[in-house]
């Protein structure tokens, strides 16, 4: 089967919507990355004090336990996601990418609400993981069907030959939301009390992110429509792409996990830094404020390049390089910990991931073809940061504290991305595509 089979059934004939008038550039990249910064923001502010909410949710008399518990609540709001995937994609093909994207902000909004406010199990008990649980089901749902929509918005606005910049602004946003939720960190660690930050301080990152919400809704309810068949239903969206395009879908998967783990274990820093290096808070926090600014800088970089010398190389030769260096960085900052180690190599892991993940999600975005695109996109990346990026810092911080081998995040490293490379060769080159 050819992973780029194209042969539509009946049921999705009709005329695709095909916007008459295109928005201006800034108002598309804000417009399609906001959900996706938001998205970030939150988890990246989770993954900061997950120690914290460990404690204000998940006592135990063991402290590994309790944050074990914290990560794994982290993880479940990648359970949804499929679903969010499945439903939100097939309705952006099917109503049009501006419904889809204003559904998928507001659900963000009730999630993050929900975690901010929940009381503590030493006011309700039981209730207050549920709650905390519930609001992140909530976000998974709307996260699993945002980057779908988002992106084929994007893309489908863009000039052909800025394609690659565009797309790769999606991750770029992901860096300036890292960037700003560890501004914040830092801030607060530094002005805030240990006691202070675990009892009120660590929910005010939460309560900042839902400032942004109002002005995401605005911006895309602004918005002109870029495709959408009423005639089509979400069945037959989903059962096309299975049956014509199953071949890319798997190949997608398999590419894209590499950079999914490497996204997550970047995120895991701070933790890493805090329960393992036994480096300072404020330190650990910084780490991945470098991240950001690695992450927004080379996705840009990246998707940039790959409008000018394909979009195959960029994706093959930075994750190649990742490869070979993660083991020397990790075992760097295990046997010097402190800040220029923790700093630079974190750094170094996140510009070599990001060089790849920019030009990787433009071409898993051109190869579907307008009719599912969203679908597809959305399908593939739900799928991949549930198995792979809702897992990865529970696998890490369980390998860790079981076999006491701080070295856990490079080995994982390494071997998703032996297989993503592999699968990266198979892809064929869609800078020149017309995908429309």
Request: a positive charge; charged letters at 10%.
């Given at each position: 089967?050819?992973?780029?089979?194209?042969?539509?059934?009946?049921?999705?004939?009709?005329?695709?919507?095909?916007p008459s008038t295109m928005p201006s550039s800034r108002q598309a990249v804000a417009a399609?990355?906001?959900?996706?910064?938001?998205?970030?923001?939150?988890?990246?502010?989770?993954?900061?004090?997950?120690?914290?909410?460990?404690?204000?949710?998940?006592?135990?008399?063991?402290?590994?336990?309790?944050?074990?518990?914290?990560?794994?609540?982290?993880?479940?709001?990648?359970?949804?996601?499929?679903?969010?995937?499945?439903?939100?994609?097939?309705?952006?093909?099917?109503?049009?990418?501006?419904?889809?994207?204003?559904?998928?902000?507001?659900?963000?909004?009730?999630?993050?609400?929900?975690?901010?406010?929940?009381?503590?199990?030493?006011?309700?008990?039981?209730?207050?993981?549920?709650?905390?649980?519930?609001?992140?089901?909530?976000?998974?749902?709307?996260?699993?069907?945002?980057?779908?929509?988002?992106?084929?918005?994007?893309?489908?606005?863009?000039?052909?030959?800025?394609?690659?910049?565009?797309?790769?602004?999606?991750?770029?946003?992901?860096?300036?939301?890292?960037?700003?939720?560890?501004?914040?960190?830092?801030?607060?660690?530094?002005?805030l009390t240990t006691a202070q930050m675990e009892s009120w301080g660590w929910r005010l990152?939460?309560?900042?992110?839902?400032?942004?919400?109002?002005?995401?809704l605005y911006i895309r309810n602004k918005l002109p429509e870029t495709a959408g068949n009423?005639?089509?239903?979400?069945?037959?969206?989903?059962?096309?792409?299975?049956?014509?395009?199953?071949?890319?879908?798997?190949?997608?998967?398999?590419?894209?996990?590499?950079?999914?783990?490497?996204?997550?274990?970047?995120?895991?820093?701070?933790?890493?830094?805090?329960?393992?290096?036994?480096?300072?808070?404020?330190?650990?926090?910084?780490?991945?404020?470098?991240?950001?600014?690695?992450?927004?800088?080379?996705?840009?970089?990246?998707?940039?390049?790959?409008?000018?010398?394909?979009?195959?190389?960029?994706?093959?030769?930075?994750?190649?390089?990742?490869?070979?260096?993660?083991?020397?960085?990790?075992?760097?900052?295990?046997?010097?910990?402190?800040?220029?180690?923790?700093?630079?190599?974190?750094?170094?892991?996140?510009?070599?991931?990001?060089?790849?993940?920019?030009?990787?999600?433009?071409?898993?975005?051109?190869?579907?073809?307008?009719?599912?695109?969203?679908?597809?996109?959305?399908?593939?990346?739900?799928?991949?940061?549930?198995?792979?990026?809702?897992?990865?810092?529970?696998?890490?911080?369980?390998?860790?504290?079981?076999?006491?081998?701080?070295?856990?995040?490079?080995?994982?490293?390494?071997?998703?991305?032996?297989?993503?490379?592999?699968?990266?060769?198979?892809?064929?080159?869609?800078?020149?595509?017309?995908?429309?």
């Amino acid at each position: 089967m050819s992973i780029v089979s194209d042969t539509p059934p009946a049921i999705l004939s009709p005329r695709l919507a095909v916007p008459s008038t295109m928005p201006s550039s800034r108002q598309a990249v804000a417009a399609a990355v906001i959900g996706n910064a938001l998205e970030f923001y939150d988890f990246t502010t989770y993954a900061f004090f997950a120690v914290l909410i460990g404690k204000a949710f998940f006592p135990a008399q063991d402290g590994w336990v309790s944050l074990l518990l914290s990560v794994a609540t982290f993880g479940v709001g990648f359970v949804t996601r499929p679903l969010g995937g499945i439903f939100i994609g097939a309705y952006a093909d099917r109503a049009g990418r501006k419904p889809a994207m204003l559904l998928t902000i507001a659900l963000m909004a009730v999630g993050m609400l929900m975690i901010a406010l929940a009381p503590g199990y030493a006011s309700i008990g039981i209730a207050a993981p549920v709650l905390v649980v519930l609001g992140r089901m909530i976000q998974g749902f709307a996260l699993g069907g945002e980057v779908g929509p988002s992106t084929a918005f994007l893309l489908e606005s863009a000039p052909a030959d800025k394609r690659g910049l565009f797309g790769s602004w999606q991750l770029a946003s992901q860096g300036a939301a890292t960037l700003v939720a560890g501004m914040i960190g830092v801030v607060l660690s530094l002005a805030l009390t240990t006691a202070q930050m675990e009892s009120w301080g660590w929910r005010l990152p939460f309560l900042l992110g839902l400032v942004i919400v109002p002005v995401g809704l605005y911006i895309r309810n602004k918005l002109p429509e870029t495709a959408g068949n009423a005639e089509a239903t979400t069945g037959a969206v989903f059962k096309r792409l299975l049956k014509s395009h199953l071949g890319l879908l798997l190949l997608v998967i398999t590419a894209g996990m590499c950079g999914t783990v490497t996204t997550y274990i970047t995120n895991y820093m701070t933790t890493y830094a805090i329960t393992t290096l036994h480096l300072p808070a404020s330190l650990s926090i910084a780490a991945t404020a470098v991240v950001g600014i690695c992450v927004l800088v080379f996705s840009l970089v990246g998707g940039w390049l790959s409008d000018r010398i394909g979009r195959r190389s960029l994706m093959i030769v930075p994750r190649a390089l990742l490869l070979v260096i993660a083991y020397p960085a990790f075992l760097l900052m295990i046997r010097q910990p402190g800040a220029v180690t923790l700093l630079s190599m974190s750094g170094l892991i996140a510009t070599l991931g990001s060089l790849s993940a920019g030009p990787g999600l433009v071409a898993i975005t051109e190869l579907f073809p307008r009719a599912i695109r969203s679908a597809g996109v959305s399908v593939a990346y739900a799928f991949i940061v549930t198995v792979f990026g809702g897992t990865t810092q529970l696998v890490v911080t369980y390998l860790i504290g079981v076999t006491g081998d701080p070295l856990s995040p490079a080995y994982y490293l390494i071997a998703t991305s032996v297989i993503g490379v592999l699968a990266m060769f198979a892809f064929p080159e869609t800078n020149a595509r017309e995908i429309d």
